[in-house]
């Protein structure tokens, strides 16, 4: 699983460089393992991860922020408003919103074709 979500985050263009990028990486592995962090990121979901890399969940929740930005600005565009909606990488996206999405199209296999393997899909941005 660790694999395909960095494939994925490769793929929408966001920047390994920063610290947000392994942030949301385990934000969303912790969300595939327990459904139970969805409604309370903010409050359990943070806190956890900030605890492993030794930092704030204030400071956590504005590098995974920071780094969302850079991805709407500089990532793959149309991916983004695939996955999230036309205009999504203009107005940008949440942090809840990104981890939760991600996680759970990962969970439906929907993000496998995008990732190299043979699952059908379809356009989440047709009504």
Known sequence: MEQRVTDILRKIGIPARRKGYFYVRDAILLIVENENF????????????AKSHNT????????????????????????????????????GIANKEFIVTIADLLKIGYLDVLIGEDTPTTNLAEP
């Open 56 to 91: 704030t969940p204030a400071r956590l929740g504005k590098a995974i922020y920071n780094c969302l930005v850079a991805t709407c600005i500089r990532g793959n565009k149309p991916l983004i408003n695939q996955l999230f909606g036309p205009g999504a990488a203009e107005r």
């Open 38 to 49: 969805i409604g309370f990121a903010e409050k359990e979901l943070y806190p956890v991860i």
